[in-house]
């Protein structure tokens, strides 16, 4: 005759959540211009690049071990070698970015194509050196809904922004908590185990 025995034991959650690790704000000038090709604007994150511009997690794509760690219990006991998610380190850190060639500081650009440009950088600057695109619209030659347009092209980026924020923060699309639920029998199973669960590492 067999006899088994359980006790019921009380585990309280960890402090992975994104409470710590998401958050969002507007790109200082010249930041992270690789992440926006030929747009205007750009909700992106702070792991972007050239190559990836529109990553928001970092680690870029927590699975393979890049942005956990497994963790396995000791012993021989009947739990002995289950594999559970021991830490992890993934983030969300977004920026919103607006296109540097709108902004004061932006890339020069010379006079040429336009004798009323010109004219007015001269009457303005005293010569027809090359100038930026706010310059231009500033001051050669006065465009009054330009500062109009560089005001919606943030807001709109911070709109993206927001929502993705308050996405990653609702019920089923917090990571660190999604991870933490997570276990395998075995270490090498909780790779598999975490692939299978790759559509919410890209819910953002």
């Avoid at 585990?11 to 030929?38: D, F, H, M, P, Y």
């Avoid at 794509?61 to 963790?71: A, Q, S, T």
């Avoid at 902004?103 to 010109?118: D, E, F, R």
Wanted: some cysteine; glycine content about 10%.
């Amino acid at each position: 005759m067999s006899q088994t025995a359980s006790a019921p034991i009380s585990v309280g959650r960890r402090s992975w959540s994104w409470a710590n690790s998401i958050s969002g704000r507007q790109a200082t000038i010249g930041e992270k211009t690789q992440c926006l090709g030929s747009s205007a604007g750009v909700m992106t994150g702070e792991s972007c690049s050239a190559a990836c511009p529109g990553c928001l997690f970092s680690p870029a794509e927590p699975v393979d071990l890049n942005g956990y760690v497994i963790g396995q219990l000791a012993g021989d006991g009947p739990n002995g070698g289950v594999a559970y998610i021991a830490s992890a380190n993934i983030n969300m850190h977004l920026l919103e970015i607006v296109n540097n060639d709108l902004l004061p500081g932006g890339p020069s650009h010379p006079m040429v194509g336009s004798t009323t440009v010109t004219n007015g950088c001269n009457a303005y600057f005293g010569n027809a050196n090359a100038r930026t695109t706010h310059e231009v619209n500033n001051y050669c030659a006065y465009t009054a809904a330009f500062n109009s347009l560089v005001t919606l092209a943030w807001a709109h980026e911070a709109q993206h922004m927001n929502l993705a924020l308050s996405a990653g923060a609702a019920n089923g699309l917090d990571l660190p908590a999604a991870l933490e639920a997570l276990v395998s029998l075995s270490y090498h199973e909780m790779d598999v185990v975490v692939v299978q669960r790759k559509p919410i590492f890209r819910a953002a």
